[in-house]
């Protein structure tokens, strides 16, 4: 009968002993809620614990800046790239804390300074960052912090998105804090197996005397092969300098592309037998070419001095390349002239130098007010001119004293010459109007001068007609009774002379003797 019993109080044990450990399971969870911090969530300041490089606990402000820190790495590793390059001999004063027991520092920073203050007991070390200028508050108004963590947010994101490679440097050269650009393009040119940490790797040498100019351009050389060109601007701050890198390959490129075009340009302009001279808005000689220096036997260490239009005319002067002037006064006004008139597109001239030499001469208008100014030696082509009117003087003499009107067309039936006996026997003179009088204007005044005949429409088809042609010839009779006997002959090129020659009274009197006369000569 007391089996039962037994049964029931041994149940009755093993289920209160459950209960009991169930129970003891859940307090130490509950208690630890208490225990997990030594801090509260309304402590103030930024203190951290650590046992050797391990994290024991932190106040609310050091957990704030530990998840600010975009540094990779532990807790530790965290924390010393935030102050070691603020702190100067931190590192030495941290492998002393252990036997000193404690340090205070301040740091570089003249603007905000911090004060760092380290212990270290039963090998535990405390971190405290202390904000020099209000290291005696011990409260913060929590709407100002409040406002102030969302602008450090939005600065930090604004900085970490930017389009550009920021960093800055302590004095010493090191890199002591990056965006998020440089911290990628830092990993990009890592080496394969190598990971990125402190101190942050330095893209960009500064070995040149010139580190600290405010504005230059580097390059940095990708695993590629390839190089990256970026413009770099540095800004003075206080213990060191803040920089920025901002991508640059297409402005190198495009540069690239107008010094292959200037070349190319260059290399045109020296096959040119033109003298070119470009100035820019101002007047400075800005290029020229080596017909230039044929042209107007100018040094060139002269031109390479970039002298001003005037000084250029100038100096053409004094080497007599320029036509010599009357008055100088006048001439120099006349140089201002013609720069007006170059500026504008309308300057063209022809200067006839001392030594016999013609020059052509141009200007003209190029962006940004430019100025190009062209000088051709236009001598041989002016000298078969005067040779050519000198020709075409000595044929016209020689026709004029021929006595038989001579008129002579080209192929198009435009008059290219005629003589003063032809102006004589027509009572028209188209010298003036040589290369524009047609054939059809001149046998409508001829048919108005001569009884009606059909041996001007003949005239018209035989000029007309292209190809292999026969001389052939016919009488028409004045209004005055004159007679007068044509002849038309092809010329070469397609031309026609046409020959007018008045029969005399005498000759139309023995018209049997003439006629003897033309069939003793078939």
Not at 133 to 156: F, G, M, Y
Not at 292 to 316: G, I, K, N
Not at 391 to 397: G, T
Request: charged fraction near 20%.
């Amino acid at each position: 009968m007391y089996l039962p019993i037994l049964l029931a109080a041994f149940s009755a044990a093993l289920v209160s002993a459950a209960f009991g450990i169930i129970a003891l399971w859940f307090l130490p969870a509950q208690d630890s809620t208490d225990v997990t911090s030594v801090f509260t969530e309304t402590s103030t300041g930024t203190v951290l614990l650590f046992d050797g490089e391990n994290l024991l606990d932190s106040t609310p402000d050091g957990r704030a800046l530990l998840v600010a820190s975009r540094h990779p790495g532990t807790s530790w590793q965290k924390l010393m790239a935030f102050i070691s390059p603020r702190f100067q001999g931190l590192d030495s004063l941290l492998q002393r804390l252990p036997m000193e027991g404690a340090f205070e520092i301040a740091s570089l920073e003249n603007t905000h300074p911090l004060i760092l203050r380290a212990e270290n007991r039963g090998g535990v070390t405390k971190i405290e960052l202390l904000d020099a200028a209000n290291a005696t508050q011990t409260s913060v108004n929590p709407l100002t912090q409040r406002a102030i963590l969302d602008e450090i947010s939005l600065l930090r994101d604004a900085v970490a998105g930017a389009p550009m490679l920021a960093w800055r440097e302590s004095a010493e050269g090191e890199v002591i804090w990056a965006n998020g650009p440089y911290l990628l393009q830092s990993c990009a040119i890592l080496a394969e197996g190598k990971e990125l940490g402190w101190p942050l790797p330095k893209l960009f040498a500064q070995a040149n005397p010139q580190q600290n100019q405010p504005e230059h351009r580097q390059s940095l050389a990708l695993p590629s092969g390839k190089q990256a060109w970026f413009n770099i601007s540095t800004r003075a701050e206080d213990g060191g300098w803040l920089r920025y890198a901002v991508p640059a390959d297409a402005a190198v490129q495009a540069e690239a592309s107008l010094r292959d075009f200037m070349q190319t340009l260059t290399k045109t302009f020296a096959q040119l037998p033109i003298g070119l001279a470009i100035f820019d808005a101002n007047r400075k000689l800005q290029l020229f070419n080596p017909a230039l220096l044929d042209l107007t036997h100018l040094p060139p260490d002269f031109l390479s001095m970039r002298p001003t239009l005037l000084s250029v005319l100038d100096a053409m002067r004094d080497r007599k390349m320029l036509p010599e002037p009357k008055d100088y006064r006048n001439w120099r006004r006349e140089l201002l002239q013609m720069e007006k008139a170059a500026a504008s597109g309308q300057y063209e001239e022809t200067w006839n130098l001392p030594d016999g030499q013609t020059y052509k001469v141009v200007g003209r208008p190029h962006p940004n007010g430019a100025l190009a100014l062209m000088i051709e030696d236009i001598s041989t082509e002016m000298l078969r001119s005067r040779r050519f009117r000198a020709d075409m003087e000595l044929s016209q003499a020689v026709i004029d004293e021929v006595e038989d009107a001579i008129a002579v067309f080209d192929q198009s039936g435009h008059l290219v010459m005629s003589n003063s006996a032809y102006a004589t026997l027509w009572g028209h003179d188209p010298g003036a109007e040589i290369g524009e009088c047609t054939l059809r204007q001149l046998t409508s005044h001829w048919r108005n001068m001569a009884a009606p005949c059909g041996l001007w429409v003949e005239l018209e088809e035989y000029v007309a007609t292209v190809g292999d042609r026969e001389a052939w010839q016919g009488e028409v009779r004045f209004l005055d009774g004159r007679l007068v006997n044509c002849r038309f002959a092809p010329l070469t090129g397609g031309s026609t002379l046409a020959r007018f020659r008045v029969q005399l009274v005498k000759e139309t009197n023995r018209p049997k003797l003439a006629q003897a006369s033309k069939r003793g000569n078939g």
